[in-house]
């Protein structure tokens, strides 16, 4: 098996379960535009977070990394009529090529990006007493992962659903001799949760058009 097989079994899943949408397009398409990185989650992955968020029943989510917003347009169609999706992401270029392509998904009511460093933002809504979120995507630079974490707790209520994407780096999280600053980060942070009794993790290697990788998925209890 090589990449260019993976990518072939998610097109075979995305044309059979998700089809062409005009919203997801074209936040892709304007991303590609902008020159933004083609980094965000495969159609297939976007629909798992869509997914989950459902099967939790969320009414607020946290999204931390915006990029052009494709994944915010996925979980942020799995919320009620009354939910909200909160986005935080540090390119302000980013930022608006976000906005506009939540805009014209008709979402603009529900998310809410907001700029700058994560872990600001993050330390913001702390102060200003923000109420906790049932969801939460992390999936921006894994070496503050650790940092992240710490906040998403105290923004956090038992229940909460905790996924941090990116988690396999095509197998250098479990190579030791790798120091690389992401992946001492992600390996910090699974340490801190099995490290939480409260906490409860697994994790998940994908294959695919996003080459070796995977998910960690946390659920946070009492």
């Known amino acids: ?8 079994v998610d097109d075979w899943f995305s044309e059979r379960l998700i089809g062409a949408d005009e919203a997801l397009d074209g936040a892709l398409a304007a991303s ?3 020159g933004l990185r083609a980094i965000n989650v495969a159609p297939n992955q976007g629909k798992f977070l869509h997914l989950l968020a459902r099967i939790q029943g969320a009414r607020r989510i946290l999204e931390i990394g915006t990029l052009g917003g494709y994944s915010a347009i996925w979980l942020a169609r799995a ?3 009354d939910g909200v999706l909160v986005s935080l992401e540090f390119n302000p270029d980013n930022a608006a090529v976000a906005r506009a392509n939540i805009a014209r998904a008709g979402l603009g009511d529900k ?9 600001d933002s993050l330390d913001a809504m702390l102060r200003d007493g923000a ?3 049932d969801f939460v995507f992390i999936d921006a630079d894994k070496q503050s992962n650790p940092q992240y974490l710490e906040r998403v707790l105290k923004l956090a209520r038992p229940g909460t659903v905790i996924v941090a994407d990116n ?5 250098r999280i479990a190579d030791a001799s790798d120091r690389d600053a992401d992946v ?3 390996r910090e942070y699974f340490e801190r949760v099995t490290g939480d009794a409260r906490l409860d993790t697994t994790a998940v290697q994908t294959v ?6 995977g998910f960690a998925i946390t659920i946070v209890g009492a």
């Open 1 to 8: 098996m090589n990449e260019q097989t993976w990518q072939a």
């Open 32 to 34: 590609a535009k902008a």
């Open 79 to 81: 919320l009620p009529g």
């Open 111 to 119: 998310v809410t990006v907001v700029t700058g460093l994560a872990l």
């Open 131 to 133: 109420a906790p979120f």
């Open 167 to 171: 988690v396999v780096r095509s197998g």
């Open 184 to 186: 001492v980060g992600l």
């Open 208 to 213: 695919g058009s996003k080459g070796w990788d």
